[in-house]
């Protein structure tokens, strides 16, 4: 060629630890065949690391993309084997109707015949239309043999005990080598505690929609910006969503709770598109050692979680220590409300028995700072020398609920029979109600063993627990446990200086609490009457 041409080299990679295919040695290629070409390339680069040709067309492709945009600024593209630029007959038909009309040049360093090159800058000329399909065709072949390969070892490794195939993890594993070669799954320890907390949350009343706040005011990632950190990549990405939008971080939903802990992998199962995979026994298949929970713990998670199917909708004023503790004389609560009167915003405590529909013969109100001043004083009065103990529910066995999605899921695979038109369908599919039947019938005859309680004191008191938090969630939540309940009735005069006690009663319902307060008021009754 007597013209030197202007080329841009095109260098892919789908996988970024592949050394067989590295960018150093396409480029070495490309340079090469460039330099025998008369193409100068300069510091004209198309560079896409960890980008697959199966799944984007050469005009998605950040870097070859944004040079097709800019036909003018090249005459020819260097790639190092016919892979590298495409994978499929459609992408290689666009590429090459572009470079027919923009009059370009398509050169491959090496492949079965050679150095190939594609000089669409004679439109009149057929045969490089003619090789690039033949090529196309092949490359097309190639990847379709390689996804069913692909496709097949995944199948084998699902039903293999404790093997993990690739990709992510359940949140709450991480990827181990075995001794006898390929991967499982063990613990991960940072997201077990997330978990851990998770469910302590739930066990103590708190909404899921609620503890997803919690964990995205605190920072801790969620499940999919977990393993990216764990792998050294950045947080965000698509959202899977519209096709465009990225984040830079994923949050906790509702949702994502949700089905986090709903799912079997809790309990080591395997689960694939949401479905357990079984063995032709019909039993799980395992892909851990270790667990995360025992069947038992995680059935009694399971009653934790709300009936409905969609999230319970969270208030935002969790500034309120009283919310669900605080009445008025006709029952209805009390909600906390801003009022400003002379340039000052204060907090008040309303009667809400008009906004929820309902009549109040005499609804009462009162400044936020007087009433939650004085129930804290009457809690830490009634119980802050009681020593705070935690119970703990010691999970028993109940195989119903096994049984129950067990059978769902024989339903399920009943509702097909009949269809099969091939002798080996209907053979696969006798086989699959054989395992469910065997697994259902295995179910049925273990035997249910009864949770137990166990209380243990923690040796701090409720005065050191409430000082030593400022968070109104956790000294509410203590409220709550205790049963506290106050009633105000309606003041008499609005001129009132500091809280009119004399309209206001506390007790606390719970009996242990209860108890507790009479003997600590008996204790310092004695010793005022002794001393």
Not at 243 to 271: A, P, Q
Not at 327 to 355: D, F, I, P, V, W
Not at 461 to 473: C, H, I, M, N
Not at 499 to 517: G, H, I, N
Request: one cysteine or more.
């Amino acid at each position: 060629m007597d013209q030197q041409l202007r080329g841009v080299r095109v260098i892919r990679l789908s996988v970024l630890t592949d050394e067989t295919t590295s960018p150093e040695r396409q480029r070495a290629a490309v340079d090469s065949a460039a330099a025998a070409l008369n193409i100068e390339c300069a510091d004209r680069n198309a560079i896409d690391l960890g980008i697959s040709a199966s799944r984007t067309t050469p005009f998605e492709r950040p870097g070859l993309g944004d040079w097709l945009k800019r036909p003018d600024d090249f005459d020819a593209l260097l790639c190092w084997r016919f892979d590298r630029l495409v994978r499929s007959m459609d992408d290689i038909h666009a590429l090459s109707t572009w470079a027919r009309d923009h009059r370009k040049m398509i050169v491959f360093a090496e492949g079965p015949g050679g150095r190939l090159v594609l000089d669409f800058r004679n439109p009149l000329d057929p045969m490089a239309q003619l090789m690039v399909t033949v090529f196309a065709f092949a490359a097309q072949m190639e990847a379709q043999a390689i996804k069913e390969r692909v496709q097949g070892a995944q199948a084998a490794m699902r039903v293999m005990p404790l093997r993990w195939r690739g990709s992510r993890p359940p949140y709450g594993y991480e990827p181990a080598p075995l001794e006898s070669g390929g991967w499982t799954l063990v613990s991960d320890q940072s997201a077990v505690k997330v978990l851990e907390r998770v469910i302590r949350d739930l066990q103590r009343g708190k909404t899921l929609a609620a503890i997803a706040v919690e964990l995205n005011q605190e920072g801790i990632p969620s499940p999919r910006d977990h393993w990216a950190l764990k792998n050294g990549r950045e947080t965000g990405g698509k959202t899977g969503g519209q096709k465009g939008i990225t984040r830079d971080r994923f949050g906790w939903t509702f949702d994502v709770l949700k089905r986090l802990v709903k799912s079997e992998t809790l309990i080591g199962w395997k689960v694939s598109n949401g479905v357990p995979v079984r063995n032709s026994e019909g039993a799980p298949v395992m892909c851990t050692a270790d667990p995360i929970m025992s069947r038992a713990e995680f059935d009694a998670v399971q009653v934790l979680l709300p009936k409905q199917d969609g999230p319970r909708s969270q208030r935002r004023d969790t500034k309120a220590l009283l919310l669900g503790v605080a009445h008025c004389t006709c029952g209805a609560r009390m909600y906390l409300s801003e009022q400003t009167r002379n340039g000052r915003t204060s907090g008040l405590y309303k009667c809400a028995a008009k906004a929820r529909g309902r009549h109040c013969d005499a609804p009462s109100h009162v400044r936020a700072d007087w009433i939650e001043d004085y129930v804290t004083e009457q809690f830490l009065r009634s119980v802050g020398g009681l020593m705070v103990t935690v119970t703990q529910v010691i999970p028993g066995y109940d195989p119903q609920p096994e049984i129950d999605a067990t059978a769902a899921e024989f339903a399920t695979h009943m509702e097909q029979q009949g269809r099969q038109q091939s002798r080996a369908a209907r053979d696969a599919w006798q086989r699959r109600a054989d395992a469910l039947d065997n697994r259902l019938a295995e179910l049925e005859s273990r035997e249910r063993v009864e949770p137990r309680t166990e209380t243990t004191r923690t040796g701090r008191l409720y005065a050191d627990e409430w000082r030593a938090t400022e968070d109104t969630t956790a000294r509410r939540a203590m409220l709550m446990e205790a049963g506290a309940h106050v009633v105000v009735s309606k003041a008499t005069t609005f001129r009132d200086k500091e809280l009119d006690t004399s309209r206001v009663t506390f007790e606390l319902a719970e009996p242990f609490f209860a108890d507790a307060a009479d003997d600590f008021m008996a204790m310092a009754a004695e010793l005022e009457y002794g001393a």
